[in-house]
């Protein structure tokens, strides 16, 4: 049977002030948690690959996995996932230590993208906290509590428990004045997806800074790299860019250890 998750999914509110710990609406449902996150265990499982590496769009703004994902309906023991979600704590210490104190359930947080797959490498890189200041972002398009400015709002995947999260991307409208930062997922879907947006629906509303991988045929021909891929979109963005450069060595943030991380291939900076 499918789970039912519209009574369980709670809505946020709240700034970070003073570090003061941020709140949520509503009181946190432990048995609710722990139903959910085996059903996922078990769909996860079962179906071998990654429920977000594509954008799948949940049925509400206020659920959390994609109208495709058809979850069973699970009584989990809550003493079992108490004792998995310590494990998992004690793997990301180093992040639990940091926002235990301002985010509500932390290590519930931690667990989820654990087992959605997420707390792994460069897929947990953002723009670093120096450049997203001097670039005056107000709004972060793709975030996570952990690499984010948690003064700013930003989409994110849990924006149940993820204080200032605003909801899912796939439901974001931007608003007018917002300095927003894309940096998306790197893969394929999720560039594509954002690239369509901004030139069809958003761009004008707001500022985008743009961080997105050299991956099209042109850019790389320039640079004499491999050519692997054609994306076409991406060349359509920089074709309407009012800014563009190449960088090597860009300077991103890695929300997991805390640190100043730089990838080994050059990326596209696009402003529109």
């Not at 743009?210 to 640079?223: A, F, G, Q, S």
């Amino acid at each position: 049977m499918e789970l039912i998750l519209n009574d369980y999914i709670i809505q946020l509110g709240g700034k970070r002030k003073n570090s003061k710990k941020l709140k949520r609406s509503t009181s946190f449902d432990l048995q609710k948690e722990a139903n959910f996150m085996k059903a996922i265990e078990i769909y996860i499982h079962e179906h071998s690959f990654d429920i977000f590496f594509q954008p799948l769009k949940p049925e509400s703004p206020e659920l959390i996995v994609p109208a495709e994902v058809k979850l069973r309906n699970v009584n989990a023991h809550v003493e079992e996932y108490l004792n998995n979600i310590k494990a998992v704590r004690k793997m990301y210490q180093n992040i639990y230590d940091r926002f235990k104190n301002i985010i509500p359930h932390t290590d519930s947080l931690i667990y989820r993208y654990y087992i959605f797959g997420y707390l792994i490498g460069n897929i947990s890189l953002s723009v670093s906290p120096r450049i997203k200041k001097e670039w005056g972002i107000t709004h972060e398009l793709f975030g996570a509590f952990y690499n984010v400015d948690l003064n700013n709002t930003y989409c994110s995947l849990f924006p149940d428990l993820e204080p200032n999260s605003v909801g899912n991307v796939l439901f974001f409208t931007p608003k007018k004045g917002d300095i927003i930062l894309a940096n998306p997922p790197y893969v394929n879907e999720w560039i594509n997806w954002m690239i369509n947006k901004i030139l069809n629906e958003w761009r004008g509303i707001a500022t985008f800074h743009i961080v997105i991988p050299v991956w099209d045929r042109r850019t790389r021909r320039r640079l004499q790299l491999e050519t692997k891929h054609g994306f076409y979109e991406i060349e359509k963005l920089i074709d309407q860019s009012t800014e563009h450069s190449v960088i090597d060595k860009f300077e991103f943030y890695n929300g997991i250890n805390n640190k100043i991380s730089y990838l080994r291939d050059p990326v596209h900076y696009i402003k529109i």
